[in-house]
């Protein structure tokens, strides 16, 4: 089975400090991580994935994570906050080489920017 | 080119009625995914359709729930006699094909309301 924690359903920081979105996951397999980006009334957006590769992710909007497996966890962080980046952020966990094509969702985090 | 569209953005319906949500995915993207997303419970995956393959209906909550996919491209799910707790937004994704490292690409939603 796989599971994936987002530590923290709320995140609040002021424009132009850093950001760090917390996920630890739990599978059985060697996993796939992604995370997912939710602005208000729009879909959900790839923002990076790692995938046994390097374990520092780069992705879009200047946003990048790291896998660390003895921490079980790929958080997600960002050096200075814009305004732009106030949205719903999901961490996601599916198994390689286990025959299953879902994706698990973490309960998400949102993240506010005060300007 | 376009996304991942969905229809309706918006349905209310009555408690004990039937409702057809759709799914139109990126032309040529083989893999599509329904996933249901409401307060309280995060993103949940509902059923998966890859090629000509079975589909993985492992994640469809009752028998009340269905969903076919027609020449490989548009979706229906059905919802029967829709209860409130049905109540949620439905949401699509495609990819390339299916596995589980592919970049899935969502749709708006559905926003499913049973008064």
């Known amino acids: 089975a796989q599971s994936v924690t987002q530590l923290d359903s709320h995140v609040s920081v002021s424009e132009g400090t850093p950001v760090l979105l917390r996920c630890n996951y739990s599978?059985?397999?060697?996993?796939?991580l992604f995370w997912y980006v939710q602005h208000p009334n729009k879909g959900l957006q790839l923002l990076l994935k790692?995938?046994?590769?390097?374990?520092l992710v780069k992705g879009i909007n200047g946003f990048e994570a790291e896998f660390k497996k003895s921490e079980t966890s790929f958080h997600l962080t960002k050096p200075s906050a814009h305004m732009s980046d106030a949205a719903e952020y999901f961490c996601?966990?599916?198994?390689?080489?286990?025959?299953?094509?879902?994706?698990?969702f973490g309960k998400g985090t949102k993240l506010s920017v005060i300007p | 080119g376009a996304g991942v569209s969905q229809s309706p953005s918006n349905k209310v319906t009555e408690k004990g009625k039937d409702v057809e949500l759709r799914c139109d995915p990126i032309?040529?993207?083989?893999?599509l995914y329904w996933y249901r997303q409401s307060l309280g419970q995060g993103l949940e995956f509902l059923i998966y359709?890859?090629?000509?393959?079975?589909?993985?209906k492992s994640g469809l909550p009752s028998d009340r729930f269905s969903a076919e996919r027609t020449g490989g491209s548009v979706s229906t799910l059905t919802i029967q006699r829709t209860q409130q707790e049905d109540s949620a937004v439905y949401l699509c994704?495609?990819?390339?094909?299916?596995?589980?490292?592919?970049?899935?690409?969502f749709g708006p939603g559905t926003r499913l309301t049973v008064t």
């Open positions: 994704a495609s990819s390339h094909a299916g596995g589980p490292t592919r970049e899935q690409y």
């Open positions: 599978s059985s397999y060697s996993p796939s």
């Open positions: 790692y995938t046994s590769a390097a374990t």
């Open positions: 996601v966990v599916t198994i390689s080489g286990a025959g299953s094509y879902q994706l698990t």
């Open positions: 032309s040529g993207h083989t893999a």
């Open positions: 359709f890859q090629g000509n393959s079975a589909p993985d």
